[in-house]
């Protein structure tokens, strides 16, 4: 069977999808990666096919933007600037790679041309798609409403508002790209589509959730074939070693608390400065993880910088990670059961630091309050909560009892012989 990994986003989006990929082809099948050239060497080194989905230049004027990290215009410029404009070259790049009858689309919410390939060709001699969805807030409920940005929506509010406010949302979102994706749709012969990211950007053949029940428990108004799997966690630790500056710095004193600002933040220093600020106050080692050269200042003595680091291994030898909030930071938190402090900006963060407090293995600080002193004051309630112990130990082991890859290529296996 062919395996086509449609990816877009940064590396947080196409690790997982590299995790899958290897653990599909391990199983006897062709596995080709779509993604952007920066990760081309992860690509090959996995062993996988790969076709280029857009440029390093790309990829980096996208993350160099200071709209990125808005609450609102983050989206919109991801959308706008990036996501839509590719539709029609990776459509055009699938449609050569696919294989009627033996092929099965894997694809990311994003890389939106694989929902449109599926829709132009169908199923019965053409192509199942698998949308793989990274986090709960991929989907609207009127239960337990996923935290946006901007979006107020308690438990406790009417589900009729709730559905009000989702309806606007949708409206928001069909006025920014609905006139782009449906020129595309025009272009390929299909009609236009509204209210996108309500359903047509679900598949309409499978559903692959990574992440676990405990974690974002499937809700009532949530697509029947939503099948969650949990987390897959990979962070190219067997490639990208820990380094011998960073290993003789973990082994020389106390387990540090670990700060990152995700792998797309390259302007980070503020975080940075005030986090250093933070673990002093604790009297705290620190440890940053950034790609940003100018974090490299704030290093010395009980402050290291890494330019990147796996954090299945320094985690387990930390005693605290604060983040972004991206689903990835969080699962590898989890899995080492270690306390954490999500610091959300925009997109899903917002919904994953909500989850982390609701487990109660974290807390949020989001990012318009970021200060030493109040990350100071959450992070050491964090180090010293028997309850926050707990609830850490009890995320590490069900992560510790969980297949989640082998689930997830079971899934995808299903989608084709499904099709027929």
Same mark, same amino acid.
């Given at each position: 069977?062919?395996?086509? @990994?449609?990816?877009?986003?940064?590396?947080?989006?196409?690790?997982?999808?590299?995790?899958? +990929?290897?653990?599909?082809?391990?199983?006897?099948?062709?596995?080709?990666?779509?993604?952007?050239?920066?990760?081309?060497?992860?690509?090959?080194?996995?062993?996988?096919?790969?076709?280029?989905?857009?440029?390093?230049?790309?990829?980096?004027? @996208? #993350?160099?933007?200071?709209?990125?990290?808005?609450?609102?215009?983050? @989206?919109?410029?991801?959308?706008?600037?990036?996501?839509?404009?590719?539709?029609?070259?990776?459509?055009? $790049?699938?449609?050569?790679?696919?294989?009627?009858?033996?092929?099965?689309?894997?694809?990311?919410?994003?890389?939106? =041309?694989?929902?449109?390939?599926?829709?132009?060709?169908?199923?019965?001699?053409?192509?199942?798609?698998?949308?793989?969805?990274?986090?709960?807030? !991929?989907?609207?409920?009127?239960?337990?409403?996923?935290?946006? *940005? +901007?979006?107020?929506?308690?438990?406790?509010?009417?589900?009729?508002?709730?559905?009000?406010?989702?309806?606007?949302?949708?409206?928001?979102?069909?006025?920014?790209?609905?006139?782009?994706?449906? =020129?595309?749709?025009?272009?390929?012969?299909?009609?236009?589509?509204?209210?996108?990211?309500?359903?047509?950007?679900?598949?309409?053949?499978?559903?692959?959730?990574?992440?676990?029940?405990?974690?974002?428990?499937?809700?009532?108004?949530?697509?029947?074939? *939503?099948?969650?799997?949990?987390?897959?966690?990979?962070?190219? $630790?067997?490639?990208?070693?820990?380094?011998? $500056?960073?290993? $003789?710095?973990?082994?020389?004193?106390?387990?540090?608390?670990?700060?990152?600002?995700?792998? =797309?933040?390259?302007?980070?220093?503020?975080?940075?400065?005030?986090?250093?600020?933070?673990?002093?106050?604790?009297?705290?080692?620190?440890?940053?993880?950034?790609? *940003?050269?100018?974090?490299?200042?704030?290093?010395?003595?009980?402050?290291?910088?890494?330019?990147?680091?796996?954090?299945?291994?320094?985690?387990?030898?930390?005693?605290?990670?604060?983040?972004?909030?991206?689903?990835?930071?969080?699962?590898?938190?989890?899995? #080492?059961?270690?306390?954490?402090? !999500?610091?959300?900006?925009?997109?899903?963060?917002?919904?994953?630091?909500?989850?982390?407090?609701?487990? +109660?293995?974290?807390?949020?600080?989001?990012?318009?309050?970021?200060?030493?002193?109040?990350? #100071?004051? *959450?992070? +050491?309630?964090?180090?010293?909560?028997?309850?926050?112990?707990?609830?850490?130990?009890?995320?590490?082991?069900?992560?510790?009892?969980?297949?989640?890859?082998?689930?997830?290529?079971?899934?995808?296996?299903?989608?084709?012989?499904?099709?027929?």
């Amino acid at each position: 069977m062919r395996i086509l @990994l449609n990816t877009f986003g940064s590396a947080g989006d196409a690790y997982p999808f590299l995790a899958i +990929g290897r653990a599909l082809k391990a199983r006897g099948h062709e596995v080709i990666m779509l993604a952007n050239a920066e990760f081309r060497d992860s690509v090959e080194a996995a062993a996988l096919r790969f076709f280029p989905n857009g440029t390093r230049d790309q990829l980096g004027e @996208l #993350a160099s933007n200071p709209e990125l990290w808005h609450p609102r215009r983050g @989206l919109e410029l991801v959308l706008k600037r990036a996501a839509v404009p590719m539709i029609r070259p990776q459509y055009e $790049a699938l449609r050569e790679l696919v294989v009627p009858g033996q092929t099965v689309l894997v694809t990311g919410v994003l890389a939106m =041309a694989s929902r449109l390939l599926r829709e132009k060709l169908g199923t019965k001699g053409g192509v199942p798609l698998v949308t793989v969805h990274l986090a709960p807030s !991929a989907f609207q409920s009127v239960h337990r409403a996923p935290r946006y *940005a +901007g979006l107020w929506m308690p438990d406790g509010m009417p589900r009729f508002l709730k559905a009000s406010i989702f309806r606007m949302a949708d409206r928001m979102v069909d006025t920014w790209i609905g006139p782009q994706l449906d =020129a595309v749709r025009k272009q390929v012969g299909l009609p236009p589509v509204r209210r996108i990211f309500k359903g047509w950007a679900h598949s309409p053949d499978a559903l692959l959730c990574l992440w676990p029940e405990w974690f974002g428990p499937q809700q009532p108004d949530w697509p029947d074939h *939503a099948k969650l799997v949990g987390f897959v966690l990979n962070d190219e $630790a067997e490639v990208r070693p820990l380094g011998p $500056a960073l290993e $003789a710095w973990l082994d020389e004193g106390a387990p540090p608390i670990v700060f990152a600002a995700g792998s =797309a933040n390259l302007t980070p220093q503020d975080f940075f400065a005030q986090a250093v600020a933070a673990a002093r106050q604790l009297g705290r080692r620190a440890l940053l993880v950034s790609p *940003a050269p100018e974090t490299s200042a704030l290093a010395g003595g009980d402050v290291f910088h890494s330019y990147y680091a796996p954090f299945s291994k320094v985690l387990a030898r930390a005693d605290a990670f604060v983040h972004h909030g991206g689903i990835g930071s969080c699962a590898q938190a989890l899995a #080492a059961g270690v306390p954490q402090l !999500a610091t959300p900006r925009a997109y899903d963060q917002f919904d994953n630091a909500s989850r982390l407090v609701d487990l +109660g293995a974290g807390a949020s600080l989001p990012a318009r309050r970021w200060s030493a002193s109040r990350a #100071a004051d *959450a992070v +050491g309630h964090l180090l010293t909560s028997p309850g926050v112990a707990d609830a850490c130990r009890k995320a590490r082991e069900a992560m510790a009892k969980a297949d989640a890859l082998k689930h997830a290529c079971e899934i995808i296996e299903w989608a084709r012989v499904a099709s027929g």
